[in-house]
C-alpha cells in the first residue's frame, strides 16, 4: 500500500515499547501505515508520496492529556477578564477597573484566576467594598486558580440572594469576623449561586459555547495535543464538541466526563438527567465515556478529605479531617449505576481520605465482577497501602504535575497540612514502580498552560521548570523522560479509554503525531521545556503549524 505522506531523517519515538524508536514513519488515509527503518518505510513510497526529510527534529505520538477544562479555558481567552497568574490585590482591581471601563452599567464581570494564598486576605467586607469600587457597582465574580473558590462583590451577592440573612446551603461562605456579613469569598458549592445569577443574565450563546469550545481545542493543538478528556462538562459542553464534529472542525479526540455533582461550575442540568442525555452528543471524535464526581475540595480551603487531621486553626480545631461530598453507601449506588452504563469514573480526590473511601468501594466492586473504568483525579495524596491497592484494582492515576511544582500550592498546602505531608506529594514513582497507571493531565486552566513539556519536565525533574520557585520536591519520586512521555501519551489515552486508537505511533492507529524541534527525551532533563512544536497532526490533518 503506498503511503499519503513519509517522514524521514527524524527520531521517531513511538511509545510503543515493542518497538520505541524508528528511523521513519509513514502515514496513509488518516492512520499509520508502517514505522521502521528508512529504507522499510520508503518501501511504501509511489510518485503520489509525499517524502520530507526533517533534517535532526524528532516525532512524537500527538499528546495526550487525560484532564483540562478546555471550554472552560477557551471561554476565558475569549469572553472573560483573563488575570496573570500572580498578580497582587491591588494589581487585580487595577485589571478589573480598566475592564470594567469599557462596560455598560449593568454588566456583569467574569474572569480569574486570583491566587489561593489570597483567601485569607479577601476575607473582609473592607476588601469586599474595593472590589465593588473597582468594578463600578457592576457584578463581579472571579475564581481562584483551584477553579474551585469564588470571590464575588457586593452586586454579584445581591443578585445570588446571598446575605447575612441568607447563606447558601452548600460549600462554605466566608463571613467578615467583625460584622458578621458575606466578604464575597465563596469556597466550594457556596458560589454556584452567583453563577446561576450569571447565567440568568444571558450567560454565553450556544454560538459563544462553540467558539470556546473551538477556542480551547485550538489552543491545546498548539501544543501538540491531539487527544483529551475534559474533566468535567455541560450540556452546553457536550453540544459545542457535536456541532463541532458535525461540521468537521473538532481536531482532537474528546472524551468528555458527564458532571454528577457539581460542586464549583454551576452546571444545569447535572447527575442523571445529564448522563441520560449524554449519549445523543456522541460524534466520531468525541465519546462521553465518563461521568465526573467530586468527592473532595482542594486541601488550602480545608475541603479536601484526609486521614489524618489538618494543622489546627481556630476555625477547625486539632481534629478536622474535611469531609466528602458523598458517603461509601451513596458513592457505590453511583459507580454501580453508571458502570451498567457501560460508563467509566473520574473521581476527584485531592486528599487521601477520599482516595482510600473511593477505593474501599472500587474494592467491592471488582469483588462483583464489575470492571468499569475508573480514575482517581489529582492522586496527589495517597496512602502507602492504597498504591499498592490502585495498581491491583486497576485504577489508573490522573496526575496534575503543573499544579504541585515547588512555589505556590505547595507553600499554600503546608499552611495547612504541614511539610512532612508536602514533601511526600505526588508518589509517582512509587506509583509506576507498584504497576500503577500513571497518566499525564494539566488540570488547565486551573494551570496556567497546557503545554505538556512543562508537565513532562516537572515529572522528571521534581522541579519548576519555569524556574518560578527554587528547590526540588520529593526527588526520589522522579521518573524518566520516557516514562513521563508515556504519561502524556500512551498511558493517558489508554485511561480515557482510547488506547487501542491514538496514543502511540503503530500501524493502524490514528495519524495524530507532533513534530518538535529536538529529541528531548534525550537531551538535558532540564531543557525539555524549551522543546517547540513545529507542527501538530491529528487524523492524517495538519491542525497547527509554528509560525
Not at 440573612?165 to 452548600?170: F, H, R, V
Not at 475540595?297 to 480545608?302: E, K, L, M, N, T
Not at 491497592?389 to 485504577?395: E, Q
Amino acid at each position: 500500500m503506498a503511503a499519503d505522506l513519509i517522514l524521514t531523517g527524524a527520531v521517531v519515538r513511538t511509545a510503543d515499547r515493542a518497538r520505541p524508536t524508528a528511523e521513519a514513519i509513514a502515514f496513509e488515509g488518516g492512520r499509520v501505515l508502517a514505522v521502521g527503518t528508512a529504507d522499510d518505510v520508503l518501501a511504501h513510497r509511489d510518485e503520489h508520496t509525499e517524502v520530507r526529510e526533517l533534517a535532526g527534529a524528532a516525532v512524537y505520538p500527538g499528546f495526550v492529556d487525560v484532564h483540562t477544562h478546555h471550554a472552560l479555558a477557551g471561554r476565558t481567552d475569549l469572553f472573560e477578564l483573563a488575570l496573570p497568574i500572580g498578580l497582587s490585590l491591588d494589581g487585580i482591581l487595577d485589571r478589573v477597573r480598566a475592564h470594567a471601563a469599557d462596560l455598560p452599567a449593568d454588566a456583569w464581570i467574569s474572569g480569574g484566576p486570583f491566587a489561593s494564598t489570597m483567601l485569607e486576605e479577601l476575607s473582609s467586607s473592607a476588601v469586599r467594598a474595593r472590589l465593588d469600587e473597582a468594578s463600578g457597582g457592576r457584578p463581579t465574580v472571579l475564581v481562584e486558580d483551584s477553579r474551585h473558590n469564588r470571590w464575588a462583590n457586593s452586586r454579584a451577592l445581591e443578585l445570588a440572594g446571598i446575605s447575612a440573612e441568607t447563606l447558601p446551603e452548600g460549600g462554605v461562605t466566608v463571613l467578615d469576623r467583625t460584622d458578621r456579613t458575606p466578604t464575597g469569598v465563596l469556597l466550594e458549592a457556596a458560589g454556584i449561586p452567583v453563577e446561576e445569577a450569571l447565567a440568568r443574565s444571558g450567560g454565553l450563546t450556544a454560538e459563544q459555547h462553540r467558539l470556546a469550545s473551538q477556542r480551547g481545542v485550538e489552543l491545546l493543538n498548539g501544543y501538540g495535543v491531539t487527544a483529551f478528556q475534559d474533566a468535567a462538562v455541560s450540556q452546553d459542553i457536550l453540544a459545542a464538541l457535536q456541532s463541532l464534529d458535525d461540521a468537521g472542525e473538532l481536531n482532537s479526540w474528546v472524551v468528555s466526563s458527564l458532571t454528577i455533582n457539581d460542586e464549583i461550575f454551576g452546571f444545569d442540568p447535572v447527575g442523571e438527567p445529564l448522563v441520560e442525555l449524554g449519549e445523543r452528543y456522541r460524534s466520531p471524535h468525541h465519546r462521553p465515556d465518563f461521568v465526573k464526581i467530586f468527592l473532595d475540595g482542594v486541601p488550602p480551603a480545608r475541603t479536601a478529605s484526609f486521614l489524618d487531621p489538618y494543622v489546627a486553626d481556630d476555625a477547625h480545631g486539632a481534629h478536622f479531617h474535611g469531609t466528602t461530598t458523598m458517603d461509601a453507601a451513596e458513592l457505590e449506588r453511583w459507580l454501580r449505576s453508571v458502570a451498567a452504563r457501560g460508563l467509566g469514573a473520574k473521581v476527584h480526590c485531592t486528599g487521601d481520605g477520599s482516595a482510600h473511601l473511593l477505593l474501599d468501594v472500587v474494592e467491592r466492586l471488582r469483588t462483583d465482577g464489575v470492571d468499569a473504568p475508573v480514575q482517581i483525579a489529582h492522586g496527589q495524596f495517597l496512602a502507602g497501602a492504597d498504591i499498592d491497592r490502585m495498581s491491583r484494582l486497576g485504577v489508573a492515576a490522573d496526575i496534575s504535575p503543573f499544579i504541585w511544582f515547588p512555589g505556590v500550592i505547595p507553600t499554600a498546602l503546608a499552611e495547612v497540612l504541614g511539610h512532612d505531608r508536602v514533601d511526600h506529594l505526588q508518589p509517582n514513582r512509587t506509583l509506576l514502580d507498584a504497576g500503577a497507571l500513571v497518566a499525564g493531565g494539566s488540570d488547565w486552566p486551573v494551570s496556567e498552560s497546557p503545554n505538556p513539556f512543562e508537565g513532562i519536565q516537572g515529572l522528571v525533574t521534581r522541579a519548576d521548570p519555569l524556574g518560578r520557585a527554587p528547590g526540588v520536591l520529593a526527588p526520589e519520586q522522579a521518573i524518566s523522560a520516557t516514562e513521563a512521555l508515556e504519561a502524556f501519551t500512551i498511558n493517558a489515552a489508554r485511561a480515557m479509554g482510547l488506547g487501542e486508537i491514538t496514543g502511540s505511533l503503530e500501524p493502524g492507529k490514528s495519524a495524530d503525531f507532533v513534530i518538535v524541534d529536538r529529541d528531548f527525551v534525550a537531551g538535558p532533563a532540564e531543557e525539555i521545556i524549551g522543546t517547540r512544536v513545529l507542527e501538530t497532526w491529528f487524523a492524517g490533518r495538519r491542525v497547527f503549524a509554528a509560525a
